[in-house]
């Protein structure tokens, strides 16, 4: 039992340069969430889907996008990478909304 | 819209020192309340959680937390600390959205 995995752990981009942040979950969570974690600013919900085959945004979307590719899978792609998009990134799943979050280890992202 | 304020950023505190981190929410609905601690490197993990009932809420490692609807405050104490429990600290709020709104952050520093 993984919990919740992300790939990769670290990325170094040029801007412009494309790529996907992948994360998968293996407890049979309904909701899936993508955060951005920068410095003095905590965790910002950048999109979530809240049951498989849907997709919402959260605070700041902007500059990304998210497939919802099963129940296990959820992947962030950033289609043209800008250096404010330097940060570390968390996947999260939960049976629902209320219930606990648990967190992957994190990607950490710079953009050049 | 809910948001979450954290007012101290760092709190430092002497070993088996009592600690309050202090979490203030707005939101104009009924509120679900959350306290993550974050170790070094890592992911977020729960350390608990209001949902209803009883306003004092009990979680992981000796740590509890007072909801209090009429200063709309969630400030989370430990008698005690240990300087295991240096991490950062974060209040979380759901409102309706299915998703959370976090706090900036407190980064508890615990010092022999």
């Known amino acids: 039992n993984a919990g919740v995995t992300q790939t990769p752990k670290f990325q170094v981009l040029k801007t412009g340069q494309s790529m996907t942040l992948q994360c998968a979950q293996d407890m049979n969570h309904n909701s899936m969430y993508w955060y951005r974690q920068d410095p003095g600013m905590g965790l910002r919900l950048i999109y979530y889907?809240?049951?498989?085959?849907?997709?919402d945004k959260g605070e700041v979307p902007n500059g990304y996008n998210v497939s919802r590719l099963n129940k296990r899978e959820f992947s962030l792609r950033l289609e043209s990478a800008a250096p404010s998009q330097t940060s570390v990134y968390f996947c999260a799943s939960t049976e629902s909304w209320a219930e606990t979050q648990y967190f992957g280890p994190g990607t950490r992202l710079l953009v050049l | 819209a809910q948001s979450v304020t954290q007012l101290d950023s760092q709190v430092p505190v002497f070993e088996e020192a009592p600690v309050e981190l202090r979490c203030n929410y707005s939101?104009?609905?009924?509120?679900?309340l959350f306290w993550y601690v974050q170790y070094p490197n890592q992911g977020l993990q729960l350390l608990l959680k209001?949902?209803?009932?009883?306003?004092l809420v009990k979680g992981i490692n000796g740590f509890e937390a007072e909801f209090n609807k009429s200063q709309t405050s969630f400030h989370l104490r430990k008698p005690s600390v240990h300087i295991s429990d240096t991490a950062e600290y974060f209040c979380a709020v759901e409102s309706g959205r299915r998703a959370l709104t976090f706090g900036s952050g407190t980064r508890l520093q615990v010092q022999p």
């Open positions: 939101s104009s609905v009924s509120v679900y």
């Open positions: 209001y949902l209803s009932g009883s306003t």
């Open positions: 889907s809240a049951s498989e085959g849907t997709t």
